[in-house]
């Protein structure tokens, strides 16, 4: 078994993998972390089930035209045991051609990781959007955090 930093790294470098896969609009990709029977629930609702499936509904996602390229931020990894964590992070996306995020399509992400056959893969991710009905203050401050991370964090004048 390995350490507790071990473990949260493996699982940050799932989420990481996942992101980069629809950024980089490789179905094969994105899918590749997950477990063979994974699932993933989208921003939309939809689910897809397994490895495969889930390569296959974004090669259909990504056909369909440019999609947007997320920004995220992992809020905490939390070890449920020495073979399972819970990823949570907030995201936002930037759609192609603009160069600030849409804060209609901030989310909540959450992503279920176990260790199987001593690797770590994800069992379950789920984007939920974070509308946060009635509280517009929320979103904005979700957005402003979210922008932060478009900024260099160095700046040459």
């Known amino acids: ?64 035209g440019p999609t947007p390229a997320y920004v995220a931020k992992v809020r905490g990894v939390r070890l449920l045991g020495p073979d399972a964590a819970v990823l949570q992070a907030v995201a936002g996306m930037v759609p192609p051609g603009e160069s600030d995020l849409r804060p209609t399509l901030n989310a909540r992400q959450t992503v279920v990781a176990a260790r199987l056959g001593g690797a770590w893969r994800i069992v379950l991710f789920q984007s939920t959007p974070a509308r946060f009905h009635g509280r517009p203050e929320l979103r904005e401050n979700l957005s402003e955090e979210l922008r932060e991370l478009l900024r260099p964090s160095y700046q040459d004048e």
Request: charged letters at 30%.
């Open 1 to 64: 078994m390995g350490t507790d930093a071990a473990a949260d790294r493996a699982v940050r470098e799932l989420y990481r993998a996942l992101l980069e896969g629809w950024d980089t609009r490789d179905a094969q990709a994105m899918a590749a972390p997950f477990a063979e029977d994974g699932e993933a629930i989208g921003f939309d609702g939809t689910r897809h089930c397994g490895r495969a499936g889930i390569a296959a509904e974004l090669a259909e996602v990504f056909a369909g």
